[in-house]
């Protein structure tokens, strides 16, 4: 079930395309003296040491030195959030977030465009995010896990006209429920456009 609630205060922070920034940076003032800026990368690795925009949902055989095959590593694909506060900006603490994927239109095999299958959002975890004035934290969110990225190219194949080949395009959109230090709710928006494919990692 999809999250409603009114919100106060919401800032829109989209990595990619910025369509509220006149500087070309990725911050919003969302009231005056108030600034948080933020972003958002993923990560195929399941820890968020090495950061991409391309997701692996195809398992290859790697081949060894001796010949030897064996499946390639396959992990859960991870968001990491970062947010920064300036110096009169309040504390802020996460209390709830969403993370849904949002399919884009794709060119499958024949040339066309069409919309790759939806992605269910990831079970929530229970994760503690506080940000204080004149700092920066960051926390690591579960994206997407391996056996989902393992069932996805089945679904591919039934649902769409998509081949193996083809690049599937996806927008992960997080959305983040903070309260501040006065009590008053502060909603924190972030995107970020991702490629699904066979992206071999052998």
């Given at each position: 079930m999809k999250r409603v609630k009114k919100t106060i205060g919401l800032i829109v922070l989209f990595l990619g395309t910025i369509v509220m920034t006149g500087c070309g940076t990725d911050?919003?003032?969302?009231?005056?003296?108030?600034?948080?800026?933020?972003?958002?990368?993923?990560?195929?690795?399941?820890?968020?040491?090495?950061?991409?925009?391309?997701?692996?949902?195809?398992r290859a055989d790697c081949i060894d030195d001796e010949g030897n095959s064996e499946?390639?590593?396959?992990?859960?694909?991870?968001?990491?959030?970062?947010?920064?506060?300036?110096?009169?900006?309040?504390?802020?603490?996460?209390?709830?977030?969403?993370?849904?994927?949002?399919?884009?239109?794709?060119?499958?095999?024949?040339?066309?465009?069409?919309?790759?299958?939806?992605i269910p959002d990831p079970d929530k975890g229970n994760y503690s995010f506080t940000i204080t004035g004149s700092s920066t934290n960051s926390i690591t969110m579960e994206c997407l896990t391996a056996t989902s990225k393992l069932?996805?190219?089945?679904?591919?194949?039934?649902?769409?006209?998509?081949?193996?080949?083809?690049?599937?395009?996806?927008?992960?959109?997080?959305?983040l429920y903070f309260e501040d230090s006065f009590g008053k709710e502060r909603v924190i928006q972030l995107e970020r456009t991702v490629y699904l494919g066979a992206y071999d990692h052998c």
């Open positions: 911050d919003l003032l969302d009231e005056t003296g108030d600034r948080y800026t933020g972003s958002i990368e993923l990560a195929d690795d399941g820890e968020g040491s090495s950061t991409t925009l391309t997701i692996d949902i195809h499946p390639e590593e396959f992990s859960d694909t991870v968001a990491i959030v970062t947010i920064t506060a300036d110096e009169d900006a309040p504390t802020i603490t996460l209390e709830d977030y969403t993370l849904e994927w949002y399919p884009l239109e794709s060119e499958n095999s024949s040339g066309s465009l069409e919309l790759p299958p939806e069932n996805l190219p089945a679904r591919v194949a039934a649902e769409g006209n998509f081949s193996a080949a083809d690049v599937l395009r996806y927008t992960v959109r997080i959305t």
